[in-house]
């Protein structure tokens, strides 16, 4: 087996809207999901307000802490969207118009409409790779381990599909899960970390549930290897039934 | 008026549930929210996995920046349940039984029922202040500016209804919208920067949306002068009308 760790990355979400409760972030879900997926898991997310030194900071602390760095919001023509700005001077590179961003949009927009706002839209840091946007053109990039996307979910997502080739992936992480009504998690506690102790590769999480159909617990087991990750279920299944409890394959239903 | 400002606050959201993609979380806005309305607002959120070192070392690192630093997560009784240790480490106390904490928990189960797993949520950071939990009894804590609780969210709403009344908050930050259908918000981009740039205590967003119903953007503005914040959108509405919009004040319909 190859026993190369898989790269690791780091998420930040720019954007006061998520800071004031204005919005229900719903970007992490999708990332972590799709992170895990392709082998490169989600380690930290930071949300951080339209604030240049904190921005500045934070991405430079960041993309040299984590193999890879995903940014979402900020992008956009307005006096709030400053994330390519604060890339660049993390970065230490001009900020300049990029070429083939320039063009796509001003082909998308009609005469007299791409004005300085938008054009702000083609300005990028120095050696920026595009990430298409089939969504509303304005391009993300990529410079070094940083991604640069758009905030609002689906152009987010259509920005991370086109992205997601390019990105050097690794072993993707398997989840495996086991539910049991009306067993509390503290009956099961000690032996399952027990379970832990034998499957030291295998990220073993415990979570309650309190559902209009009951309550319960949710074991979920998560690795790259799945033969561990269905060995520890198979052994919390066993538990379970052994305390006198159901066990049901996967995650309780919603 | 009152020059004070408003002290800062950070969450942490401690957990490999978040990160993995396996829970939607919904505790972020929950607090956004809250502490923005009692003045204690929101500057920065991390979602960090359940490892000591990363738990150690980012309560050390924001209770040092912050005013008020509130956990959610990893306070049950299982062994992936570290928070309490960690805060302990972090604050270089020590991590004692809390009588207080033991006699509610010891009450709650039946005789034999309050095993060594379930007697670790009463065991905490000294000097800990109880947080109240009357969903489900194992209180939360505040030991220094670090506020505890649980990650399940309608316990941690519990939780932080209770620990409101002793928060020092400040002047309520109070919202303004306007949105308008079918204007994009590149139009207005210049304009409204003029815009933010008369009323520099106001923080100015602008945030298209799209949306079954149809396109548009909509303008928040945010601050702790209700007069203000309504003078900033009052520009707004006058801008958006003047580019032949039909701007309609609040947040547009979901």
């Not at 720019?14 to 972030?25: K, W, Y």
């Not at 992170?35 to 991405?59: C, S």
């Not at 991604?147 to 689906?154: D, E, K, L, T, W």
Request: aromatic share 6%; proline share 9%; charged share 20%.
């Amino acid at each position: 087996m190859d026993d190369t760790p898989n790269p690791t990355s780091c998420l930040l979400v720019i954007g006061n809207e998520v800071l004031s409760g204005r919005t229900q972030d719903v970007n992490i879900k999708f990332l972590a999901t799709r992170l895990g997926e392709i082998g490169m898991p989600l380690r930290e997310v930071r949300i951080i307000p339209d604030v240049p030194e904190t921005i500045i900071g934070t991405v430079n602390e960041v993309r040299a802490r984590f193999d890879h760095v995903f940014t979402t919001g900020g992008i956009g023509p307005t006096h709030d969207d400053i994330t390519s700005e604060c890339v660049a001077t993390a970065l230490g590179v001009p900020w300049v118009k990029h070429q083939e961003a320039w063009a796509r949009l001003e082909r998308h927009y009609r005469p007299g409409e791409f004005n300085p706002a938008r054009q702000r839209m083609a300005t990028m840091p120095e050696g920026a790779v595009l990430i298409d946007n089939p969504i509303s053109i304005a391009p993300g990039y990529s410079i070094g381990n940083v991604h640069v996307m758009a905030g609002v979910p689906r152009i987010m997502q259509a920005m991370f599909e086109a992205l997601a080739p390019r990105l050097p992936g690794g072993k993707p992480v398997i989840a495996r899960a086991v539910h049991a009504a009306g067993l509390p998690e503290g009956r099961i506690a000690e032996e399952l970390g027990a379970i832990q102790a034998r499957f030291p590769t295998v990220d073993i999480g415990s979570y309650p549930y309190y559902r209009a159909s009951g309550n319960g617990v949710a074991i979920v087991a998560k690795g790259t290897d799945p033969a561990l990750a269905a060995a520890a279920i198979d052994s919390v299944t066993e538990l379970m039934a052994r305390l006198g409890a159901t066990p049901v394959e996967g995650e309780p239903p919603v």
